[in-house]
């Protein structure tokens, strides 16, 4: 299908974008890679009446690490992701996730904070950015301000952006000595939206591990952290942490909850070989 | 209807044109341009028969803007072909039945010349990964990865 007619704006600066947003009398929305914005266009799922374009906004994409803190901007491509000697050698856990993120023409234009401000359930960022204990940063009227990924997401594709935010950087500690990552998903074709998938972060000695967490995507309304599994992880054994597993998704048109349960038990196992290092 | 002017570089020609905003990429090559060989399969992102590059990357034709294209660099299957970089790909999918109906052949060849840009000779598993985004309903891959593999090995002799 084709979209319905809107208006567009190039915005200059981020406080460009603000005004424009909060200007609009009707839904407007930021363009950012519009990889799942224009999909919903086409297919009528979302009808904006103004498209606010923050490509070529200065100073909103780069990855920084300093002071042990790996900062991204927003406008970040997932291709320049992937590409980043840095992201590989200091966030670990996005650069296992990055391949499983769409196909290479969807990642030469999505960015990670269109990905994360889209917050869907079964997207690959947003548990990542969970599971690193990440902060996101926006700007809005009112100034800016910071939230934990924790208290980001709070719904089905539901955030603590307001209507006239802009989602402006993530950022999260850098993975060094002593931390492990992990990640898994299962997905009916490669680089389609996950069935069930798992990102971890742990502190690893030998084969023990603690500070584990956990965050499944594609079993719930948003990522979810299952800290009974995470305990059991850090204190026992694989098995008890499956034991411990207390997810309940719902049925969607990939497969049932009882399958979802079933592969969330099986990603368990393989993330935690990866974490104790046997993988 | 609010429309913008957009100027951009269409396979090396200097295009001019008022589009209206909601145009999509695909549809403007397509229907402002008569560049017919990108092919509108989904609308959704998912069969990836719309791929051209933009500035020199592939990306979705169903999922950008031609208003987001102001100032940029196009090319497309027509502009590539034309252009005899591929020729050994196209001439290598003919020798291994590599299309049938060829509805997503334009997209699969930019997609694979965009991996085998990359040199080097990727494995199969590789290949696959590359042109997982690309639906082809005729043929199983098979020989498609067969035609890619073997132009990459080919080019890795020359």
Redesign the interface.
Same mark, same amino acid.
């Given at each position: 299908?084709?979209?319905?007619?809107?208006?567009?704006a190039k915005a200059r600066s981020v406080d460009d974008a603000i005004r424009l947003l909060g200007d609009h009398k009707g839904e407007a929305k930021l363009?950012a890679g519009?990889?799942s914005l224009?999909?919903t266009?086409?297919?009528r799922l979302s009808h904006p009446s103004l498209?606010v374009?923050i490509?070529g906004v200065a100073g909103l994409d780069g990855i920084s690490v300093e002071n042990g803190t790996v900062e991204i901007g927003a406008m970040t491509r997932h291709?320049t992701l992937e590409r980043s000697s840095d992201i590989a050698k200091h966030a670990p856990l996005i650069a296992r996730a990055m391949?499983h993120i769409?196909?290479?023409?969807?990642r030469?234009?999505g960015t990670i904070g269109g990905s994360v401000a889209y917050a869907d359930p079964a997207a690959e960022l947003p548990a990542c950015l969970v599971a690193l204990d990440a902060e996101v940063d926006i700007a809005g009227k009112g100034g800016k301000r910071t939230v934990k990924a924790g208290d980001f997401f709070k719904g089905l594709f539901e955030t603590a952006l307001g209507m006239h935010d802009v989602l402006t950087a993530v950022r999260f500690p850098a993975t060094g000595a002593g931390t492990r990552v992990g990640f898994a998903e299962l997905a009916r074709?490669?680089?389609d939206y996950a069935m069930v998938g798992l990102a971890a972060v742990a502190k690893g000695s030998g084969k023990s591990l603690s500070d584990v967490r956990l965050v499944y995507f594609g079993v719930g309304a948003m990522p979810v952290r299952v800290r009974k599994a995470e305990a059991a992880l850090a204190g026992r054994s694989v098995d008890d942490a499956i034991k411990a597993l207390d997810l309940d998704p719902q049925s969607d048109i990939q497969a049932t909850g009882d399958v979802k349960k079933h592969l969330a038990g099986v990603l368990l196992r393989r993330v935690a070989a990866q974490l104790m290092g046997d993988a | 209807?609010?429309t913008?002017d957009v100027r951009l570089t269409v396979n090396g020609e200097s295009v001019a044109e008022t589009v209206?905003?909601?145009l999509?990429l695909v549809?403007f090559l397509r229907e402002t341009l008569g560049l017919t060989g990108s092919h509108v399969g989904c609308?959704?992102?998912v069969c990836?028969a719309c791929?051209v590059r933009?500035d020199g990357?592939?990306? /979705?034709g169903?999922?950008?803007?031609a208003?987001?294209c102001d100032g940029a660099k196009v090319e497309t299957i027509e502009g590539v072909s034309d252009a005899g970089d591929i020729a050994d790909l196209q001439d290598a999918f003919r020798r291994r039945n590599a299309l049938q109906c060829g509805f997503c052949t334009p997209a699969m060849l930019l997609?694979a010349q965009?991996?085998l840009a990359q040199g080097g000779v990727p494995s199969r598993d590789t290949i /696959?990964?590359?042109i997982?985004?690309?639906y082809c309903r005729c043929t199983g891959y098979q020989a498609i990865v067969d035609a890619i593999e073997s132009v990459a090995q080919a080019r890795a002799n020359r």
């Amino acid at each position: 299908m084709k979209p319905a007619a809107f208006a567009y704006a190039k915005a200059r600066s981020v406080d460009d974008a603000i005004r424009l947003l909060g200007d609009h009398k009707g839904e407007a929305k930021l363009l950012a890679g519009g990889q799942s914005l224009i999909a919903t266009l086409n297919m009528r799922l979302s009808h904006p009446s103004l498209l606010v374009d923050i490509n070529g906004v200065a100073g909103l994409d780069g990855i920084s690490v300093e002071n042990g803190t790996v900062e991204i901007g927003a406008m970040t491509r997932h291709v320049t992701l992937e590409r980043s000697s840095d992201i590989a050698k200091h966030a670990p856990l996005i650069a296992r996730a990055m391949p499983h993120i769409a196909h290479p023409a969807i990642r030469n234009r999505g960015t990670i904070g269109g990905s994360v401000a889209y917050a869907d359930p079964a997207a690959e960022l947003p548990a990542c950015l969970v599971a690193l204990d990440a902060e996101v940063d926006i700007a809005g009227k009112g100034g800016k301000r910071t939230v934990k990924a924790g208290d980001f997401f709070k719904g089905l594709f539901e955030t603590a952006l307001g209507m006239h935010d802009v989602l402006t950087a993530v950022r999260f500690p850098a993975t060094g000595a002593g931390t492990r990552v992990g990640f898994a998903e299962l997905a009916r074709r490669h680089g389609d939206y996950a069935m069930v998938g798992l990102a971890a972060v742990a502190k690893g000695s030998g084969k023990s591990l603690s500070d584990v967490r956990l965050v499944y995507f594609g079993v719930g309304a948003m990522p979810v952290r299952v800290r009974k599994a995470e305990a059991a992880l850090a204190g026992r054994s694989v098995d008890d942490a499956i034991k411990a597993l207390d997810l309940d998704p719902q049925s969607d048109i990939q497969a049932t909850g009882d399958v979802k349960k079933h592969l969330a038990g099986v990603l368990l196992r393989r993330v935690a070989a990866q974490l104790m290092g046997d993988a | 209807m609010s429309t913008l002017d957009v100027r951009l570089t269409v396979n090396g020609e200097s295009v001019a044109e008022t589009v209206e905003p909601r145009l999509t990429l695909v549809d403007f090559l397509r229907e402002t341009l008569g560049l017919t060989g990108s092919h509108v399969g989904c609308e959704h992102g998912v069969c990836g028969a719309c791929t051209v590059r933009l500035d020199g990357a592939i990306v /979705r034709g169903c999922l950008t803007l031609a208003a987001q294209c102001d100032g940029a660099k196009v090319e497309t299957i027509e502009g590539v072909s034309d252009a005899g970089d591929i020729a050994d790909l196209q001439d290598a999918f003919r020798r291994r039945n590599a299309l049938q109906c060829g509805f997503c052949t334009p997209a699969m060849l930019l997609t694979a010349q965009d991996l085998l840009a990359q040199g080097g000779v990727p494995s199969r598993d590789t290949i /696959r990964e590359h042109i997982s985004g690309n639906y082809c309903r005729c043929t199983g891959y098979q020989a498609i990865v067969d035609a890619i593999e073997s132009v990459a090995q080919a080019r890795a002799n020359r």
